[in-house]
Protein backbone atom coordinates (compact mmCIF):
# COMPACT_ATOMS: atom_id res chain seq x y z
CA UNK A 1 0.00 0.00 0.00
CA UNK A 2 2.86 2.46 0.51
CA UNK A 3 4.42 1.96 -2.94
CA UNK A 4 0.91 2.18 -4.50
CA UNK A 5 0.27 5.48 -2.55
CA UNK A 6 3.94 7.02 -3.09
CA UNK A 7 3.38 6.00 -6.90
CA UNK A 8 0.18 7.79 -7.06
CA UNK A 9 1.53 11.04 -5.01
CA UNK A 10 4.33 10.80 -7.69
CA UNK A 11 1.80 11.14 -11.06
CA UNK A 12 2.14 7.58 -12.06
CA UNK A 13 -1.24 5.48 -12.42
CA UNK A 14 -2.54 2.33 -12.19
CA UNK A 15 -3.26 -0.20 -8.71
CA UNK A 16 -2.48 -3.81 -7.62
CA UNK A 17 -3.52 -6.96 -9.26
CA UNK A 18 -3.30 -9.86 -7.21
CA UNK A 19 -2.94 -13.49 -8.70
CA UNK A 20 -5.08 -16.25 -7.26
CA UNK A 21 -5.98 -13.79 -4.19
CA UNK A 22 -7.88 -16.83 -2.62
CA UNK A 23 -4.76 -19.20 -2.35
CA UNK A 24 -2.40 -18.62 0.69
CA UNK A 25 0.37 -20.33 -0.85
CA UNK A 26 0.00 -19.38 -5.21
CA UNK A 27 -1.01 -15.47 -3.98
CA UNK A 28 1.20 -12.74 -5.90
CA UNK A 29 0.92 -9.29 -6.19
CA UNK A 30 1.59 -7.52 -8.89
CA UNK A 31 2.56 -3.31 -8.66
CA UNK A 32 0.79 -2.58 -12.14
CA UNK A 33 2.29 1.35 -13.39
CA UNK A 34 1.23 3.71 -16.12
CA UNK A 35 3.48 6.27 -16.87
CA UNK A 36 2.41 9.31 -19.37
CA UNK A 37 -1.11 10.51 -20.20
CA UNK A 38 -3.78 9.02 -19.31
CA UNK A 39 -5.05 6.39 -21.94
CA UNK A 40 -9.04 5.78 -21.54
CA UNK A 41 -8.92 2.59 -23.53
CA UNK A 42 -6.72 0.92 -20.60
CA UNK A 43 -8.09 -1.76 -18.83
CA UNK A 44 -6.01 -2.61 -15.62
CA UNK A 45 -5.03 -7.06 -16.04
CA UNK A 46 -7.77 -9.25 -14.44
CA UNK A 47 -6.01 -11.33 -11.78
CA UNK A 48 -5.60 -14.98 -12.41
CA UNK A 49 -7.89 -17.66 -10.81
CA UNK A 50 -7.62 -21.31 -9.54
CA UNK A 51 -10.24 -23.02 -12.13
CA UNK A 52 -12.31 -24.20 -9.30
CA UNK A 53 -12.36 -20.13 -8.52
CA UNK A 54 -13.83 -19.31 -12.27
CA UNK A 55 -16.07 -22.19 -12.66
CA UNK A 56 -17.42 -20.24 -9.35
CA UNK A 57 -17.75 -17.14 -10.59
CA UNK A 58 -19.08 -17.63 -13.58
CA UNK A 59 -22.46 -19.52 -11.96
CA UNK A 60 -22.39 -16.71 -9.98
CA UNK A 61 -22.98 -14.25 -13.06
CA UNK A 62 -19.83 -12.71 -13.39
CA UNK A 63 -18.45 -14.73 -16.38
CA UNK A 64 -19.03 -14.36 -20.13
CA UNK A 65 -22.21 -15.92 -20.20
CA UNK A 66 -22.62 -19.10 -22.26
CA UNK A 67 -22.03 -23.01 -20.98
CA UNK A 68 -18.45 -24.60 -22.01
CA UNK A 69 -18.38 -28.24 -22.91
CA UNK A 70 -15.26 -29.93 -21.10
CA UNK A 71 -14.34 -33.51 -21.17
CA UNK A 72 -14.97 -35.60 -17.91
CA UNK A 73 -11.63 -35.54 -15.99
CA UNK A 74 -11.02 -39.27 -15.08
CA UNK A 75 -8.36 -40.81 -13.12
CA UNK A 76 -6.49 -42.25 -15.42
CA UNK A 77 -3.72 -45.13 -14.97
CA UNK A 78 -1.58 -44.37 -12.65
CA UNK A 79 2.01 -44.22 -13.70
CA UNK A 80 5.19 -45.28 -11.60
CA UNK A 81 7.93 -43.06 -12.07
CA UNK A 82 9.20 -40.28 -13.32
CA UNK A 83 7.00 -38.26 -15.94
CA UNK A 84 10.20 -37.06 -17.56
CA UNK A 85 11.45 -40.57 -18.22
CA UNK A 86 13.87 -40.42 -16.09
CA UNK A 87 14.54 -42.97 -13.56
CA UNK A 88 12.98 -43.32 -10.49
CA UNK A 89 14.92 -42.13 -7.45
CA UNK A 90 16.89 -44.94 -5.30
CA UNK A 91 15.81 -47.52 -8.25
CA UNK A 92 18.50 -50.03 -9.39
CA UNK A 93 18.13 -48.21 -12.66
CA UNK A 94 19.03 -45.06 -10.77
CA UNK A 95 21.93 -46.13 -8.72
CA UNK A 96 24.04 -47.88 -11.34
CA UNK A 97 23.26 -44.25 -13.59
CA UNK A 98 24.62 -42.21 -10.53
CA UNK A 99 27.80 -44.57 -9.69
CA UNK A 100 28.68 -44.13 -13.96
CA UNK A 101 28.67 -40.42 -13.01
CA UNK A 102 30.82 -40.77 -10.17
CA UNK A 103 33.01 -43.52 -11.91
CA UNK A 104 33.50 -40.16 -15.18
CA UNK A 105 34.35 -37.91 -12.67
CA UNK A 106 37.00 -39.89 -11.07
CA UNK A 107 35.46 -41.05 -7.72
CA UNK A 108 35.91 -44.55 -6.40
CA UNK A 109 32.82 -46.64 -6.98
CA UNK A 110 32.45 -50.42 -5.87
CA UNK A 111 32.11 -52.53 -8.79
CA UNK A 112 28.18 -53.49 -9.74
CA UNK A 113 27.12 -56.93 -8.38
CA UNK A 114 23.70 -58.43 -8.26
CA UNK A 115 23.59 -57.33 -4.88
CA UNK A 116 23.32 -53.79 -6.19
CA UNK A 117 20.38 -51.44 -5.03
CA UNK A 118 18.68 -54.45 -3.62
CA UNK A 119 16.25 -54.18 -1.02
CA UNK A 120 17.47 -54.62 2.78
CA UNK A 121 15.18 -57.15 4.26
CA UNK A 122 12.15 -56.02 6.55
CA UNK A 123 13.42 -57.85 9.51
CA UNK A 124 14.43 -54.98 12.06
CA UNK A 125 16.25 -55.96 15.30
Do not use: C
Amino acid sequence: QLLTASAMRAGFGGGLVVDFPHSSKAKKFFLVLLAGPPDPSFSMPQARLHQHERAAEAAAGGGGGGVRNEARQRPGKRSYGRRDGRATTKSREWVIQKKEVQRRRGAVVRADSKYTARKRSKVRF
